[in-house]
């Protein structure tokens, strides 16, 4: 599966809520009428042809190509303050058989699409034969493009504590007090940059990006939270859209967005783990010292018992005054269900962990805090996007239910985040996906993934109607299209891609 930073980890969508009710609900859009309302504000200027210059990346092609993109801070005043984005292409290696240009979406929020470029590069063009241009661009926040700050102290940039972790009794205390003081200094910190961190401005810059390119329309490839920008794209401009696919989708309900992602992990946790427990039994993990029971069924309650021995005596690990605690381990479970090629790391753990013999490692991404600035992306998107609700009793009652319920995930996805506690309430309100439009929308979904469950993969299928076909893979971890070596699946993507046939109805690729 595709290699995800810790960026794509707070949500996932990836992936980075609650299921009270919301305080305040702002009216869903639901056309591409108001695509640029800053239209009836003021005609922004034209958009300029990019400077394009080699910047070849360690792993990727020769002949990546990158520019800087110049686009408004605010669409409502498009000839106001600007800010640049990075841009990267390949250029086709087949000209003759060039048909238009595949515009590759990053997941997140907070992913780069200049290093997915760089990573996926080269497979897409084994795929594609020579078919496009492929290009991305590093949303606002995001690498080579303006970013933000928050100004937040290393501690709250951990990954367990940017996820909202419960006491291991349960409390909140301890969250609110974090969520509180984070929104605080990125409304002191993180200017009209930070306001401005929106799922519909990534759109717009995209149909910015498009006119730079000098393209009518666009084919996209987006994945995980790239997947909703894609459907917003496609619901806010439709007429600029070829073929478009959506890998890893989740549930597009406007009245919780990033809410209802996060919350959904709890589900997509329970889907995934019968695959680890179902490879950590294999009588072939004997070979390598890591298998954990004898039976599949013995391994979920083990990992959630040495979970409860480890909140209430963390154990040193080998990262000085680092211990491993109970909802460390809970995050390293979380983080190695996304691909099964972490699975052994996760089976070390959990044997160095029961082990008093042993000093269990922590790899870097449970360990060392994100940047400033990759924290204040993620966090600005969740919370600028949608109106989170502000009870801390409710968000209590909430986690201690979520906690009966998904054991596994013990009350974080439905936990107080600094959204809780955002000054500014959304520019604009959160776009409902319809059926209005093309009909040229293919998504695939593996079965079990841990991020952006099927059942939300469904709800998006369901928005758009008659505009998807959608192409469920048997199969576990969190993206599909050349990610898991799927052969039916990302065949299904390709010639949908190559030639614009999709299957007639939904389809099913078996593992």
Same mark, same amino acid.
């Given at each position: 599966?595709?290699?995800?930073?810790?960026?794509?980890l707070?949500?996932?969508?990836?992936?980075? *809520?609650?299921?009270?009710? !919301?305080?305040?609900?702002?009216?869903?859009? +639901?056309?591409?009428?108001?695509?640029?309302?800053?239209?009836?504000?003021?005609?922004?200027?034209?958009?300029?042809?990019?400077?394009?210059?080699?910047?070849?990346?360690?792993?990727?092609?020769?002949?990546?190509?990158?520019?800087?993109?110049?686009?408004?801070?605010?669409?409502? /005043?498009?000839?106001?303050?600007?800010?640049?984005?990075?841009?990267?292409?390949?250029?086709?290696?087949?000209?003759?058989?060039?048909?238009? +240009?595949?515009? #590759?979406?990053?997941?997140?929020?907070g992913?780069?699409?200049?290093?997915?470029?760089?990573?996926?590069?080269?497979?897409?063009?084994?795929?594609?034969?020579?078919?496009?241009?492929?290009?991305?661009?590093?949303?606002?926040?995001?690498?080579?493009?303006?970013?933000?700050?928050?100004?937040?102290?290393?501690?709250?940039?951990?990954?367990?504590?940017?996820?909202?972790?419960?006491?291991?009794?349960?409390?909140?205390?301890?969250?609110?007090?974090?969520?509180?003081?984070?929104?605080?200094a990125?409304?002191?910190?993180?200017?009209?940059v930070?306001?401005?961190?929106?799922?519909?401005?990534?759109?717009?810059?995209?149909?910015?990006?498009?006119?730079?390119?000098?393209? =009518?329309?666009?084919?996209?490839?987006?994945?995980?939270?790239? %997947?909703?920008?894609?459907?917003v794209?496609?619901?806010?401009?439709?007429?600029?859209?070829?073929?478009w696919?959506?890998?890893?989708?989740?549930?597009?309900?406007?009245?919780?967005?990033?809410?209802?992602?996060?919350? @959904?992990? *709890?589900?997509?946790?329970?889907?995934?783990?019968?695959?680890?427990?179902?490879?950590?039994?294999?009588?072939a993990?004997?070979?390598? /010292?890591?298998?954990?029971?004898?039976?599949?069924?013995?391994?979920?309650?083990?990992?959630?018992? !040495?979970?409860?021995?480890?909140d209430?005596?963390?154990?040193?690990?080998?990262?000085?005054?680092?211990?491993?605690?109970?909802?460390?381990?809970? =995050?390293?479970?979380?983080?190695?269900?996304?691909?099964?090629?972490?699975?052994?790391r996760?089976?070390? !753990?959990?044997?160095?962990?029961?082990?008093?013999?042993? %000093?269990?490692?922590?790899?870097?991404?449970?360990? =060392?805090? !994100?940047s400033?600035?990759?924290?204040?992306?993620?966090?600005g998107?969740?919370?600028?996007? #949608?109106?989170?609700?502000?009870?801390?009793?409710?968000?209590?009652?909430?986690?201690?239910?979520?906690?009966?319920?998904?054991?596994?995930?013990?009350?974080?996805?439905?936990?107080?985040?600094?959204?809780?506690?955002?000054?500014?309430?959304?520019?604009d309100?959160?776009?409902?996906?319809?059926? /209005?439009?093309?009909?040229? #929308?293919?998504?695939?979904?593996n079965?079990?993934?841990?991020?952006?469950?099927?059942?939300?993969?469904?709800?998006?299928?369901?928005?758009?109607?008659?505009?998807?076909?959608?192409?469920?893979?048997?199969?576990?971890? /969190?993206?599909?299209?050349?990610? @898991?070596?799927?052969?039916?699946?990302?065949?299904?993507?390709?010639?949908?891609?190559?030639?614009?046939?999709?299957?007639?109805?939904?389809?099913?690729?078996?593992?």
């Open positions: 599966m595709p290699t995800y930073t810790r960026k794509g707070l949500l996932a969508l990836s992936a980075v *809520a609650v299921t009270t009710t !919301l305080t305040t609900t702002a009216t869903a859009t +639901t056309g591409a009428a108001d695509a640029l309302p800053v239209a009836r504000a003021g005609t922004a200027a034209p958009v300029s042809a990019l400077a394009w210059h080699p910047c070849a990346q360690p792993g990727g092609t020769a002949d990546q190509e990158c520019a800087q993109l110049p686009v408004p801070l605010d669409y409502r /005043h498009p000839d106001g303050p600007q800010i640049d984005l990075a841009v990267s292409r390949l250029r086709s290696d087949h000209p003759a058989a060039r048909r238009g +240009t595949l515009l #590759v979406i990053p997941g997140g929020p992913s780069s699409g200049v290093q997915r470029l760089t990573q996926k590069g080269a497979a897409l063009r084994g795929q594609l034969a020579g078919a496009y241009d492929i290009v991305s661009l590093d949303p606002r926040g995001v690498g080579g493009s303006t970013k933000a700050s928050c100004g937040l102290d290393a501690g709250d940039r951990l990954l367990t504590t940017l996820r909202s972790w419960p006491a291991p009794n349960g409390d909140i205390t301890e969250n609110v007090a974090r969520s509180r003081r984070t929104a605080e990125c409304d002191r910190n993180g200017g009209a930070l306001r401005s961190l929106t799922t519909v401005n990534e759109a717009r810059d995209i149909d910015r990006f498009r006119q730079a390119l000098g393209e =009518q329309k666009l084919s996209a490839w987006g994945v995980s939270y790239g %997947t909703y920008v894609a459907a794209y496609a619901q806010k401009f439709p007429e600029h859209t070829a073929r696919v959506l890998d890893s989708s989740g549930d597009p309900d406007p009245s919780r967005v990033e809410r209802g992602w996060l919350a @959904n992990m *709890a589900v997509g946790a329970e889907d995934r783990m019968p695959d680890f427990a179902a490879w950590a039994a294999d009588p993990r004997d070979e390598d /010292h890591l298998r954990l029971a004898q039976h599949a069924s013995e391994v979920r309650p083990l990992i959630l018992s !040495l979970a409860r021995t480890l209430r005596e963390p154990k040193q690990s080998s990262t000085p005054d680092v211990r491993l605690t109970g909802n460390m381990l809970r =995050q390293a479970l979380q983080n190695a269900l996304y691909d099964d090629s972490s699975f052994a996760l089976a070390g !753990l959990v044997q160095a962990a029961q082990d008093p013999a042993r %000093t269990p490692d922590l790899t870097p991404d449970l360990t =060392q805090p !994100l400033d600035e990759d924290a204040a992306v993620m966090i998107v969740i919370c600028n996007d #949608v109106s989170w609700p502000g009870s801390v009793a409710s968000y209590q009652k909430t986690v201690a239910t979520d906690r009966a319920q998904h054991p596994l995930t013990a009350g974080m996805t439905a936990n107080i985040t600094p959204c809780a506690f955002w000054k500014d309430a959304p520019t309100a959160p776009t409902r996906i319809t059926d /209005h439009g093309p009909s040229n #929308v293919l998504m695939i979904q079965l079990r993934d841990p991020a952006t469950p099927y059942t939300g993969a469904l709800k998006m299928r369901e928005a758009f109607g008659a505009r998807a076909r959608l192409v469920s893979v048997d199969h576990g971890g /969190h993206g599909s299209y050349l990610g @898991n070596g799927n052969a039916c699946g990302d065949r299904a993507v390709t010639d949908f891609f190559t030639t614009g046939v999709r299957p007639a109805g939904d389809a099913y690729c078996a593992d």
